[in-house]
């Protein structure tokens, strides 16, 4: 079982840059991978990226390449999402994931475990 904490949301304008933390509870924190998804009002909730357990490998939703950057630290149990350039319409509430897949299958399949969203607005 895997528990998950985000921080670093708010409020901030376009163009600006923002770090999104989540924090996992457990032992097991290097055996997942780790994953981004947003949900903007009125939409369905989308995947933005997601790293591999040992942190080599990443993967990105297209909207997000060459702007925002998945890290991890196994030591600390936390894994991160820089915002750079951010836009209008990257406002969301953003959640951590994790499970055990890969960082190209988690985009498109089942996610076992979430953590309750932290909320990203960008304004004009």
Known sequence: QVQLVESGGGLVQAGGSLRLSCAAS???FN?????????????ERAF????????ISTYYADSVKG????????????????MNSLKPEDTAVYYCA????????????????WG??????VSS
């Open 67 to 82: 702007r925002f950057t998945i890290s991890r630290d196994n030591a600390k149990n936390t894994v991160y999402l820089q």
């Open 48 to 55: 933005v990226a997601a790293i591999s357990f040992s942190g």
């Open 31 to 43: 055996r997942y991978t780790m994953g981004w998804f947003r949900q903007a009002p009125g939409k």
């Open 116 to 121: 309750q969203g932290t909320q990203v607005t």
């Open 98 to 113: 994790a499970d055990t897949t890969t960082a190209q299958r988690m985009a498109v399949m089942p996610i076992n475990y």
């Open 26 to 28: 457990g032992r097991t």
